[in-house]
């Protein structure tokens, strides 16, 4: 019995994102490092909803649908311009959207239906000796069938 695609979607779309030539240099993590934070990093965040309903109702093993919400957390440090700061962020974010639009099963992930960008978010702010902080949030909305 599939109990969620969750763990399994996170760690195929870490191993993906490394693999992508465009994010060459830039720090891919499963989840967030604390202190060990580089210039350019993308880290695979909390999941949100988690729901599961049955697909349909009868006896016995039921299959289940899952749908829910995963956070991939794009930032960037200390560009000389918050401009130039978030042009590198939508960059890196675009790398994400290409993986996930090229490949919504992200590398046949088991039950996984699909999942697809359902929203981004941005905030720049000001670092105190570091220069502009750029976080972009990436909502992947993600649908799987579990038995």
């Known amino acids: 019995m599939t109990t969620s695609t969750m763990a399994a979607l996170k760690a195929n779309l870490k191993t993906e994102l490394i693999a992508r030539a465009g994010l060459s240099g830039v720090q891919v993590t499963y989840g967030d490092i604390g202190d ?10 909390e999941i949100e909803t988690g729901a599961q309903n049955p697909a349909s109702l009868r006896s016995g093993k039921q299959r289940r649908r899952e ?21 590198r962020a939508i960059v890196l974010a675009g790398e994400v959207e290409d993986l996930v639009a090229s490949d919504p099963k992200v590398s046949s992930t088991p039950n996984l239906l699909f999942c697809y960008v359902e929203g981004m978010e941005m905030d ?9 902080r750029t976080l972009v949030d990436i909502t992947l909305q993600c649908e799987g069938n579990l038995l």
């Open 124 to 132: 720049t702010s000001e670092i105190a000796g570091e220069g502009p």
């Open 67 to 87: 749908s829910y919400i995963l956070h991939v957390l794009v930032e960037v440090i200390g560009k000389p311009t918050p401009e130039a700061n978030e042009a």
């Open 36 to 45: 060990g934070q580089r210039w350019e990093s993308i880290r695979l965040g």
